[in-house]
């Protein structure tokens, strides 16, 4: 029997290529839980500013990321005028949970948890953590065959966002705010264990199909090769990748790892590897990184801008003449920001 569903939603946050994907799978292994899958409907909010949502949100949002047709939701079983965002997301998330456990995965929240706190009073929030390095030489690799990780100051969204995470969580803490926090390390070597940890948190039964991938459902995992180890049948450490991190981006993480450990007493974060000699970063440095992160933050809020208001007919031609293949390499980009994160 199904545990009646929580007053609020489930979010499962973590930077891009940090395991979200596979934590999103085992997680939805169990009956009790049907999270969507980056469905990000929060970075489209301003559609429902004023309380006057836009009469074509739905279409809008499809254009985004094509969350509608990927988790097969019925928009005619959708408000046409939804007071507001929550309301419109939870009526998405309940259409399909079907009565379990409701919510969203999403790498795009790692900055963003005290405001989808404000937005949802009850919800829940599972973060993942990864060694920053590995995180890094993920997304290089990812690069090869994603425009989205291609594009210029992914990285640093990353080694920047790390610590804005950290800043969430313990303002998550503070405010009593459920949070549950794993690590990536952890539930590759022990699954059984670190589900078993997060069904205490969300107080339903652990289900052993939550250690496994067999038989998982994947349907609105997008199809792009960084996703093709989520999509196996098996759950392991794939052997370190041949993209090597470029030394100027190796040797700032390091920095940042040395501050933070200064910082923390050693303490966080819990996996990495630092030489004992590294020198922290200075000041001079976290304040230029600060602003270029800004900027880099502001470019993807005004994207999410452009979505919800420029005339749809121009998104459309704009976004068909970008997914031309190239005359190079035959290869068709794809412009939408929020799609293939993890």
């Given at each position: 029997?199904?545990?009646?569903?929580?007053?609020?939603?489930?979010?499962?946050?973590?930077i891009?290529?940090?395991?979200?994907?596979?934590?999103?799978?085992?997680?939805?292994?169990?009956?009790?839980?049907?999270?969507?899958?980056?469905?990000?409907?929060?970075?489209?909010?301003?559609l429902?500013?004023?309380?006057?949502?836009?009469?074509?949100?739905?279409?809008?949002w499809?254009?985004?990321?094509?969350?509608l047709?990927?988790?097969q939701?019925?928009p005619?079983?959708?408000?046409?005028?939804?007071?507001?965002?929550?309301?419109?997301?939870?009526?998405?998330?309940?259409?399909?949970?079907?009565?379990?456990?409701?919510?969203?995965?999403?790498?795009?929240?790692?900055?963003?948890?005290p405001?989808?706190?404000?937005e949802?009073?009850?919800?829940?929030?599972?973060?993942?953590?990864?060694?920053?390095?590995?995180t890094c030489?993920s997304?290089?690799?990812?690069?090869k065959?994603?425009?989205?990780?291609?594009?210029?100051?992914?990285?640093?969204?990353?080694?920047?966002?790390?610590?804005?995470?950290?800043?969430?969580?313990?303002?998550?803490?503070?405010?009593?705010?459920?949070?549950?926090?794993?690590?990536?390390?952890?539930?590759?070597?022990?699954?059984?264990?670190?589900?078993?940890?997060?069904c205490?948190?969300?107080?339903?039964?652990?289900?052993?199909?939550?250690?496994?991938?067999?038989?998982?459902?994947?349907?609105?995992?997008?199809?792009?090769?960084?996703?093709?180890?989520?999509k196996?049948?098996?759950?392991?450490?794939?052997?370190?990748?041949?993209a090597?991190?470029?030394?100027?981006?190796?040797a700032?993480?390091?920095?940042?790892?040395?501050?933070?450990?200064?910082?923390?007493?050693?303490?966080?974060?819990?996996y990495?590897?630092?030489?004992?000699?590294?020198?922290?970063?200075?000041?001079?440095?976290?304040?230029?990184?600060?602003?270029?992160?800004?900027?880099?933050r502001?470019?993807?809020?005004?994207?999410?801008?452009?979505?919800?208001?420029?005339?749809?007919?121009?998104?459309?031609?704009?976004?068909?003449?970008?997914?031309?293949?190239?005359?190079?390499?035959?290869?068709?980009?794809?412009?939408?920001?929020?799609?293939?994160?993890?």
């Open positions: 029997m199904k545990q009646s569903p929580s007053p609020g939603p489930i979010f499962v946050v973590g891009w290529r940090s395991g979200t994907s596979l934590l999103y799978t085992l997680l939805n292994q169990n009956p009790q839980i049907a999270l969507t899958y980056e469905s990000d409907l929060f970075l489209l909010r301003l429902f500013r004023g309380g006057k949502p836009k009469t074509d949100w739905l279409e809008r499809e254009f985004w990321n094509n969350a047709t990927r988790h939701i019925d005619g079983q959708l408000p046409l005028a939804p007071a507001n965002y929550p309301t419109a997301a939870t009526s998405v998330w309940k259409q399909y949970a079907k009565g379990s456990l409701y919510g969203d995965k999403s790498p795009n929240y790692f900055d963003s948890m405001a989808l706190a404000r949802f009073p009850h919800a829940r929030f599972i973060v993942i953590w990864r060694d920053l390095a590995d030489r997304i290089v690799q990812a690069s065959g994603s425009s989205f990780f291609a594009k210029r100051g992914i990285t640093h969204r990353a080694l920047i966002g790390y610590r804005k995470m950290k800043r969430d969580c313990d303002v998550l803490v503070r405010k009593g705010i459920a949070l549950h926090q794993i690590h990536y390390e952890e539930m590759i070597q022990s699954p059984d264990l670190v589900m078993q940890g997060i205490w948190f969300l107080q339903i039964p652990f289900d052993p199909r939550m250690a496994s991938l067999d038989g998982a459902d994947r349907s609105a995992i997008y199809d792009a090769p960084q996703h093709s180890a989520v196996s049948e098996k759950i392991g450490i794939k052997p370190k990748s041949d090597a991190l470029p030394e100027e981006l190796r700032k993480i390091a920095r940042y790892i040395a501050f933070w450990k200064k910082q923390s007493d050693g303490a966080w974060p819990l990495s590897t630092t030489a004992g000699d590294t020198v922290p970063v200075g000041i001079w440095e976290r304040a230029q990184d600060e602003i270029y992160f800004q900027g880099l502001a470019f993807d809020r005004f994207t999410a801008l452009v979505y919800c208001y420029a005339p749809i007919a121009v998104l459309r031609r704009y976004r068909g003449a970008k997914s031309q293949p190239s005359v190079s390499t035959g290869e068709t980009p794809a412009l939408s920001q929020a799609a293939n994160h993890d």
